[in-house]
RNA sequence: UGUCUCAUUGUGUAAUGGUAGCACAACUGACUCUGACUCAGUUUGUCUAGGUUCGAAUCCUAGUGAGACAACCA
């Protein structure tokens, strides 16, 4: 596996933003970046994105990146979650340099809090939601000030102080900033900085019933870690005006982190967020796949989650490749699945051993070789890998082979098994077919035909060409495995653009399905995991939930481009 | 009737005032112990209108279209 790397070819815009920052002697030169998840979910790939890019700027000049629980909320957050993101980072290949929860910060935050206050910058406002909806205005029309706006700072100071201790009701009151109730920018209509919210939190427990919001948190969390070059979606381009706020205020209360003589001062900027055709990206929709069992949790393998890319077979090189490709931009995008799709079958064409295995099996007679006769035939395990080595593969007189490489009568252009014609018995020998026999319903129920004696390990001995070549088992020695062919869960390229309908309604009823093939002998030793790809068929992957010797389960990681 | 952001082939992205390139997708062909892989090739693009300039995808103006913002979510 090769080690993740920024590009260096390609020179997007957060590329460039930091070269010319750099340039211009911030930081001295050092780069701290970070990736800061809320732990209320599992990461899918459209977080790999970010991760990608918060761990590869970083990478690229040399810095560190942190990973910082954003636990501001209690309400949505779990430990399930953080030690789930973490396995999941480390997957993708990204090593943080430091780790962080923003709920270490809630002293210094509140810190800060008390500090604003002092300084005539924030004020307890007693407005429910529902009259702050009044006041702040719409986006078109400026907002009227609240009536608590100019209360001496030692009544809000006190109030706040009250709040913490628990003496309010969740949503009574909350600390706002006082910045601009005219401006053109919501953020900065006395935005609230502290909520109230009676709910234990996962790590603090109950030591508070008062939680910083996002807005306030967040710039606070860089700036105590040093970091450098904050990165994050467009959504929250909105909000940099106030996060900028924030700065500036700890900068006057001197508490920007000091890094060789000079204030580090962290920077904000947003690129697009990744789309995905076919794809549900939202958390909340995910959890609710999940909530109301429409797949096997967040790891089933048709999940857009890292976990449900892995277990389908995906590779972290492949995945970080993809994230390579699609590049960074500020335009909301929305990039064809079979990009990535394109990325993994790159990815596994190199790594993959090939084995065979027949999924809709037909059943194939040779009567000229001996009855109850067994002999080993060699393969390599990837002919485009010299490395990979060979393995030996029983043959017999009855094997099975895959129904569509039969035809009782062949199109043109059809160079496998049809009476008549001559096909390769992929590293045994070269069969003529001369029969088959059909069911009462006329489905061919059994192939018959010889082989060429003289043709042992593929090769005519007349140097004649075959043109086709289809992959088999042998009947008595091959292993039933269980084999589940994915689809997408969706049957809309967008579930979530189409005019009418829940995204539920786009379900694919038949995105899994499960068939019973036969595998070689060897395959039933796969691990957990293993991918291979199955002659011709796809890769699969040794399924991790599987726990039967034996009798493995394999998922389909992707097919092959379709033939014709 | 607000502020901010974005617009390059079917999709995504590069070109930062000087030949519009790359990848995916699609299509041809060659090769092949699988029709996959690989290799070679083809098709398709600067949202519109003005302006600046010897020269504009790039700078300016106006328009069009798309998105974000009106949680005590992140």
């Known amino acids: 596996m090769s080690e993740p790397t920024a590009s260096d070819t390609s020179r997007h815009f957060l590329k460039q933003w930091i070269e010319e920052d750099l340039a211009a002697g911030a930081n001295d030169g050092k780069v701290v970046t970070r990736f800061p998840p809320e732990p209320n979910g599992w990461i899918h790939i459209g977080h790999a994105k970010a991760i ?26 779990s430990d399930e979650y953080v030690e789930q993101i973490k396995r999941d980072i480390t997957w993708l290949g990204f090593k943080w340099d430091k780790f962080f929860y923003a709920a270490q910060m809630f002293d210094k935050m509140w810190f800060i809090a008390e500090e604003l206050i002092n300084r005539s910058h924030a004020y307890i406002c007693e407005l429910s939601q529902e009259q702050w909806k009044e006041y702040r205005g719409v986006p078109t029309q400026p907002g009227k000030p609240s009536p608590f706006r100019d209360r001496p700072a030692e009544e809000s100071l006190a109030l706040f102080r009250r709040m913490r201790a628990g003496e309010f009701a969740d949503g009574t009151l909350c600390l706002r900033a006082k910045i601009d109730m005219a401006s053109p920018n919501i953020h900065f209509r006395d935005p609230v900085l502290y909520r109230i919210n009676h709910m234990p939190h996962y790590h603090t427990g ?12 967040h710039p606070i969390e860089d700036a105590l870690e040093g970091v450098t070059h904050s990165m994050c979606t467009l959504e929250f381009e909105v909000h940099r005006p106030l996060y900028d706020w924030v700065i500036d205020r700890m900068d006057e209360m001197n508490l920007l982190v000091v890094r060789d003589g000079k204030k580090i001062r962290p920077q904000q900027r947003e690129f697009a967020r990744l789309n995905l055709t076919y794809t549900v990206m939202s958390k909340r929709k995910l959890m609710q796949l999940v909530d109301e069992n429409r797949v096997d949790g967040w790891d089933d393998p048709r999940m857009p989650t890292v976990a449900g890319l892995r277990r389908r077979g995906y590779t972290p090189a492949a995945i970080r490749n993809f994230c390579e490709r699609i590049g960074v931009s500020k335009y909301e995008s929305e990039t064809d699945v079979a990009l990535l799709e394109f990325c993994i079958r790159e990815d596994l064409n190199k790594i993959t051993q090939r084995r065979m295995a027949v999924l809709d099996p037909l059943k194939v007679v040779v009567d000229n070789y001996p ?12 002919p485009g890998d010299p490395d990979s080595g060979e393995r030996q593969v029983p ?22 098994m049809a009476p008549g014609q001559e096909v390769r018995l992929r590293g045994a020998y070269i069969f003529k077919c001369e029969s088959c026999i059909k069911d009462a319903d006329g489905k061919v129920t059994e192939v018959h035909g010889t082989y060429d004696t003289l043709s042992k390990g593929g090769n005519a001995s007349d140097g004649r060409k075959i043109k086709g070549t289809i992959h088999w088992v042998s009947v008595a020695h091959a292993v039933e495995a269980e084999v589940r062919l994915y689809d997408r869960l969706f049957t809309s390229s967008n579930p979530l653009a189409e005019e009418q309908g829940d995204f539920l309604d786009y379900l694919n009823p038949n995105s899994m399905s499960t068939i019973k093939g036969y595998i070689e002998p060897a395959l039933a030793e796969a691990a957990p995991g293993d991918i291979f790809q199955f002659e011709r068929l796809a890769y699969f992957c040794a399924d991790s939930k599987y726990s039967k010797p034996g009798a493995p389960v394999f998922n389909r990681t992707v097919t092959l481009r379709d033939s014709k």
């Open 395 to 416: 043959f017999s007189r009855e094997i099975w082979i895959e129904r569509d490489d039969f035809m009782e009568v062949p199109e043109k252009k059809f160079f496998r």
């Open 52 to 77: 990608c890019i918060d761990f590869g700027m970083a990478q690229a000049f040399g810095g560190t990146c942190h990973l910082r629980m954003d636990d501001t909320n209690p309400s949505k957050e």
């Open 371 to 382: 009855e109850g006769q067994t002999e080993m035939v060699t393969l390599s395990n990837n």
């Open 206 to 217: 109950d030591t508070w019933c008062v939680y910083p919001m996002y807005d306030f948190a």
